[in-house]
């Protein structure tokens, strides 16, 4: 089969290697129908997840067909059309049974890191992929929702959502901003109004974006190159800061630009995948009460999440921008990582 591989820090390739097998009961064998790109896959080309080693297939987001499973799985047969969940879940760990998932203690991978595909193991930007922990791991693909806006719940939808809005501790009426309006970003955008935040702001360099960001529910918008983008924002509170500030970007500046606009007592949820190390000011944040979270997606509420698309209670469609055959995966790559020329969201990969 074709696949797309990791050939080291900048370096990838769209190559021949050999078709998955099933290796334990529990896998099942997907063939890939619908994929995508993830601002994480640009974040490990630039060498900034070591864990990722060359020759490994990348991609962690995919709706696909079951080919064939292992004798373990119960929940899914050959034809069925899946979501995979960028994280995997053996369902019977300590961590599992808490729901979170991204720190499962399964054999595959590495135990206590869920997230495997596209890092520990072969992921999804190939023809076909195992998936281990098969009953566990995938959902249905209803009639009633495309693959294309399925892919969006395997990792951006749930990211956002969990990492941001319920981590961020979202309350009805809280003012929200959430710096980077990638896609990301726009999933914490899209998902903040299912707890009744009263503003949500967009913050970007990207003028484009910041606009682009009120078609997933920002009420304002704040250009981050401007001189007075602080003030911007503070006149959008009541002097004191924002509820919550979203950091969706994974670099020190953005980090910080969260700390200095949140209010006291306030939240900082951490989304972004970042590649170096990150200073806190704690000699001026400790008197504040704030709280900072951070995390990996653990995908537990895929299942709700997918009810809100059938019932189109969410802009699935306004992520969607570009859309590839996956044998053009290098061109589309090339596409979404110069997002700023070409106002790539995400970049959908059909087989």
């Known amino acids: 089969m074709k696949a797309l591989v990791y050939e080291g820090p900048g370096q990838k390739s769209w190559k021949d290697v050999p078709d998955p097998q099933i290796r334990d009961p529990r896998d099942a064998i997907v063939k890939i129908d619908t994929t995508t790109i993830c601002g994480t896959d640009l974040h490990i080309l630039k060498g900034d997840v070591p864990a990722v080693t060359p020759g490994r297939i990348l991609g962690h ?3 696909g067909t079951v080919t064939e499973t292992g004798s373990g799985v119960n929940a899914f047969k050959t034809g069925d059309k899946v979501i995979l969940s960028c994280v995997s879940a053996d369902g019977s760990c300590s961590f599992c049974k808490d729901g979170l998932y991204s720190h499962c203690t399964g054999e595959e991978g590495q135990s206590g890191i869920g997230w495997i595909f596209g890092h520990l193991i072969d992921g999804t930007q190939a023809e076909y992929v195992r998936v281990p922990y098969a009953d566990t791991s995938m959902y249905r693909l209803p009639e009633n929702v495309s693959q294309e806006h399925g892919v969006l719940l395997s990792d951006i939808f749930p990211t956002g959502f969990e990492m941001g809005v319920q981590y961020g501790q979202v309350q009805p009426g809280d003012v929200v901003a959430v710096i980077g309006a990638g896609p990301v970003g726009l999933a914490v955008i899209a998902t903040s109004g299912l707890y009744g935040a009263a503003k949500i702001i967009a913050v970007d360099l990207d003028a484009n974006r910041v ?3 009120r078609k997933f529910g920002a009420t304002h918008g704040v250009n981050s190159g401007d001189k007075n983008w602080r003030e911007q924002i503070m006149d959008l509170t009541d002097g004191w800061g924002v509820d919550v500030a979203v950091e969706a970007v994974g670099i020190p500046a953005t980090f910080e630009m969260c700390t200095s606009i949140v209010r006291p007592g306030g939240n900082v949820a951490n989304v972004g995948v970042h ?16 709280n900072i979270s951070m995390g990996l997606v653990n995908t537990n509420t895929l299942s709700m999440l997918l009810k809100l698309i059938a ?5 699935a469609e306004e992520f969607i921008s570009h859309r590839y055959s996956l044998a053009d995966i290098l061109t589309a790559y090339d596409t979404f990582s110069r997002a700023a020329e070409t106002n790539a969201l995400k970049v959908i990969l059909q087989a």
């Open 275 to 290: 590649g170096t190390p990150v200073s806190l000011e704690l000699d001026r944040l400790w008197i504040e009460n704030i």
């Open 211 to 213: 606009e682009q960001a």
């Open 311 to 315: 019932e189109g209670k969410l802009p």
């Open 61 to 63: 987001e995919g709706v």
